[in-house]
């Protein structure tokens, strides 16, 4: 009886006892660093003339369905607002792999000018 309640017991706390992986943590803050910050991407973005921005803004679904929503009364808001909108709460809604894209478009939107 007292070895059962010893098992139990034992089992009840293995998810305390067992330590994650030093591999795990690691990675995920990886992921992280390897991400752009959003408020220097929602800068670099503003910082682009109309041509340049729109372009952006039309290779990356999700930011063109939020303008797109509003049909074209959206865009001439958009373009007349762009420089002073909040683009970081937008861009906060993106995976990693969406911000290096929307990093590398911004790169090139400025080598072309």
């Known amino acids: 009886m007292i070895r059962r309640l010893a098992a139990l017991l034992l089992l009840a706390c293995w998810p305390a006892l067992a330590l994650p992986g030093e591999g795990a943590a690691p990675r995920a803050s990886a992921s992280q660093a390897s991400a752009p910050d959003s408020a220097r991407l929602a800068k670099d ?23 797109d929503a509003f ?4 865009w001439k ?17 993106f995976d990693a792999a969406e911000k290096r894209q929307l990093a590398e478009l911004i790169g090139a939107a400025r080598r072309v000018r």
């Open 77 to 93: 808001f958009v373009e007349k607002n762009y420089p002073t909108h909040d683009w970081k709460r937008n861009i906060d809604r």
């Open 71 to 74: 049909g074209p009364l959206g």
């Open 45 to 67: 973005l503003q910082s682009l003339d109309w041509k340049q921005f729109k372009s952006v803004i039309e290779a990356i679904p999700k930011l063109k369905a939020d303008i």
